[in-house]
Each structure stands twice: as structure tokens, then as C-alpha cells.
């Protein structure tokens, strides 16, 4: 029995040291799936709990299959370059303000849309605003990664993550805003300060104060329309608390349809260039999950936090959003939410704790390129655009930005009490 959990555990390191560094160069997705096999080749993990393990992602696939049609249809219909070049002209040539531009757009999609459509919708537009405005694009595609995640917690929707951790339990609306509204803002504004500052050197000149600006086809606005419409529609579902991922997946489908429909284009271009490898990526994690489970960790880390929530309930809290905020960077904040879950379920701590753990789950992966769904799904859409971050650059970055936010958010949601 030992030998089998040590043996999960250093599949489970290798697999995740497989996806930080890449090897080879091979995808993110190739070492997940790779270690997802082996456990259960292995026999340490039956074939019939690891498919159930993938089968608790359904939902989430079906997210990120409806955001990634939208934005690929948005990106072909130059609804990007539409907004890019609207931001460029409103910044008048100041890199700072358009710094301040993009991050409030990018809390308002990551409120409204999810950290996700943020990676996804975002990315791309401020690459072509970095392209028209003449200016390096690193500041601003930073800012796609680093808002993603320390606005996911404005809202039950702001992020798949939150609907992992506490499963058919997420708080209403109003005691949502009561614990997280005041951390929201914390977060927010301690990474706009921090990573402003860390970029100021790449932020220093000037830009160009203005550029043409294509008008908008129908294809764009029927993409920009599809957008609105699935904000307010991901809005009502999730206050019902019915699922995200079917509704998302039927406006990315409908959108992608009545546009391929209007041009009279084949759909072939349209699926290929999205980024279908992040879909085995967070299964393989998953599956990796489970068996970790099976190593008796659950029940362990149970123990642990109901010994120190005896002992101290803040000090709980704060240690355990400490530790999953650094644990969301090493098996990525999804399954680790998914984990968490299990212990929380397990342990029963008060709601403080419950929070504290959220903000971690949420806010740690700023740390690392891996941390966050939302950051791979930005890695891959910036090496479509031909350029790339590695992962000590990343990690040199978010250990600056990452823990004032951190200690800042989850100090104030102790406060809160």
C-alpha cells in the first residue's frame, strides 16, 4: 500500500514538473494526459474512477468549448481590432493610460464573463492594441493574466473555480458581495499598483495617440452581441444555480453558426485554430486528483484543518488560503479547488475558512503560469500570436504582484469576520 502511494505521488510530481518546464517543447497537455495514463496502466487507479474523475470536469469542458468559439469567432470578424483601436485613441498616446484602460475592461469581462473569456476574449484585443498603438505588448498581455485571476471572486460566475470549491453550495448574490466585495477590491487594486509599478520601465514613452479604426461588419457585431447576451445569460443561470458550461457552450455553438452561416464559410478554419489541448490538460489533472485521494491526503488535510480550526478559526483561514494558494500553482487551481472541496465537505470549518480558501484557490495562481486555467488558455493565446512567457519570467513577476493582494484579500475577509 505504501509503495503504491509513493509511487502516485511521483507521478503526480513528475507529470507536474512535465507541465511547468515542458520538455521537448511538447504541450502542456502531452505530460498531464501522460501521467493521467500511467496511474491507471499502473493499476493504481481503476480505469472506471478515472473516467468518472474526467467526467467531473463536464461542465467546465463545456465553458471553455463555448468561449473559445466565441472568441474565435470575434477574432475573425475583427471585433479585436474593432476594440483595440477604439482603446488606442481613447489612451491618446499614453502607455500609462492605456495600461488603466485594459485593466478595467479586464475586470469588467472577468466579473461579468469569467476569468476564462478574460484569457480568452481579451488577449487577443490587447495584442492588436499593442500592435496599433506601436508599443510593447508584454505590459498589457500581463495584465490579461494577472486581472483574470484577482478579479474571479467579484462574482459566483467570475470564475468555473467557485463553482468547484463549493459545489451546490455557493452563497446568493448578496451574502456573496458581503464577503468577497471588499476583498474583490483589495485584490484588485493591490495587483493594478503592483504590477503597474513591476512594468514601469516597459511603460515609460509614449504611444502612438491615434489610429485608424476599421468599422465593425455584422459578423463583428453579431460577436459583440453574443458576447453581451451570454454575459446576462451566464448572470440569471448562475443566480438559479443551474450549471455554466451547457448555456455556454450553446451560445458559443449559435454564435459560431449564424456567423459561418452569414459568410457562407467553411467552419474547418474557424475549429482549427482553437486551443483544444487545454481540454485533455485539465482532464489529465483531474484524473491526477483522484488518485492522489486514494493516497489518503483527503482525510489527512481534514484532520488538519478541523486541529487548527480548535485552535484558532482566523488562524486556520489564513493558513489555509496561504497553503491553496501556493498548492493552485503546483496541480492547478481547478482540481486543487475540487480537493479542497472534499476536505471542506469533510471538515465542516466555519465560513471564514471556507472563504479564506476560496481567495486562495482564486488569487494564488497569479503566482505561476500553471496556476490558473485562465493563464494557460492566455499562454496559448499569445503563442498564436508568435510570442511567448516562460515560466521563471512569469514567476519572477507574480512574486512581486501575487502576496500583497493575497495578504491584503484575505486579511480583509477576516476582518469581516
Known sequence: MLSSHLTIWAIAAATT???????????????????AALVVVLGLLPAQQALGAVAKGN???????????????????????????????????SPMRLFTLVYAIGAVITAFLSNDATAVVLTPAVYAAARKARTPALPYLFICAFIA??????????????????????????????????????????????????????????????????????????ALGALVVTAVVLMTVSFKGIDLGLPTAIMGGLTAAVVLV??????????????????????????????????????????WLTAGVQGSVHGAAAVAGTVLAVGSNVVNNLPAGLLASTVLQQARPPQVVID?????????????????????????????????????????????VMPPALVLAIGARLLIG
Open 262 to 303: 452569414r459568410d457562407r464559410a467553411n467552419p474547418w478554419p474557424l475549429v482549427k485554430d482553437i486551443s483544444w489541448s487545454v481540454l485533455p490538460l485539465v482532464a489529465g489533472l483531474f484524473v491526477l486528483v483522484e488518485a492522489l485521494r486514494q493516497t489518503g491526503v483527503i482525510a489527512a488535510l481534514a484532520q
Open 149 to 222: 485571476n484577482a478579479a474571479s471572486f467579484v462574482l459566483p460566475i467570475s470564475n468555473p473555480a467557485n463553482l468547484v470549491l463549493y459545489g451546490a453550495h455557493v452563497p446568493s448574490l448578496w451574502p456573496w458581495i458581503k464577503s468577497f466585495g471588499l476583498p474583490s477590491l483589495l485584490a484588485i487594486s493591490a495587483t493594478y499598483v503592483c504590477l503597474r509599478l513591476v512594468m514601469r520601465k516597459e511603460l515609460a514613452g509614449g504611444c502612438e495617440p491615434r489610429v485608424e479604426v476599421e468599422p465593425l461588419h455584422a459578423g463583428g457585431w453579431t
Open 17 to 35: 514538473a512535465g507541465v511547468l518546464i515542458r520538455p521537448f517543447k511538447l504541450p502542456e497537455a502531452i505530460w498531464a494526459v501522460a501521467g
Open 59 to 93: 461542465d467546465v469542458y463545456l465553458f471553455l468549448i463555448g468561449m473559445m468559439l466565441l472568441s474565435e469567432t470575434a477574432r475573425r470578424e475583427g471585433l479585436f481590432d474593432w476594440v483595440a483601436g477604439h482603446a488606442v485613441n481613447m489612451a491618446g498616446g
Open 356 to 400: 479564506a480558501t476560496l481567495i486562495g484557490v482564486d488569487l494564488g495562481p497569479n503566482l505561476s503560469i500553471t496556476g490558473s486555467l485562465a493563464t494557460i488558455l492566455w499562454l496559448a493565446a499569445i503563442r498564436r500570436e508568435g510570442d511567448d512567457v516562460g515560466f521563471f519570467r512569469f514567476l519572477k513577476v507574480g512574486a512581486l
